[in-house]
């Protein structure tokens, strides 16, 4: 079974994995946004960096809005860290910005670490039995 947008993804991970090979870990997430906004031109991965994402209420769009670290391929939320290490609330916050956009599919990337870390989300939307 395949997963969801699938190869989309790998590409996104495979840069952000180059990024963290080249640079390590300490850096600013600054940096590494730069770096990524680089690579991901070069290897034509289609992105928005520091979009703002409209938070939907009820099916109607609230005033307050998220900004993204990057949007890929028009549906896929990136949102970059550069901590010792991930918490709860990183992920919370991920899950937060699908939910409340209907994007389809997020990824958590931490560049603060040695070894590179990340974290696939979906978006299932909820059904009424």
């Known amino acids: 079974m395949a997963l969801l947008l699938e190869q989309e993804t790998y590409k996104i991970i495979c ?3 180059n990024v963290h ?3 390590g870990c300490g850096f600013l997430e600054s940096v590494y946004q730069e770096a990524l906004e680089k690579e991901m031109r070069k290897l034509q991965i289609p992105f928005v960096r520091h979009k703002k994402l409209q938070i939907l209420f ?7 809005f998220f900004v993204a670290d990057f949007v890929c391929y028009e549906s896929i939320i990136l949102e970059i860290k550069a901590a010792i290490f991930l ?10 910005y699908l ?4 994007y389809t599919v997020g990824l958590l990337i931490n560049f603060g670490e040695s070894s590179l870390k990340w974290k696939r989300f ?3 939307p909820h059904q009424s039995v």
């Open 99 to 102: 939910k409340a956009t209907n």
């Open 122 to 124: 979906i978006n299932t």
């Open 58 to 64: 009820d099916g109607a769009p609230l005033d307050k």
């Open 21 to 23: 090979k080249a640079l």
């Open 15 to 17: 840069v952000c994995m």
């Open 87 to 96: 918490h709860q609330s990183n992920s919370d916050q991920v899950i937060n």
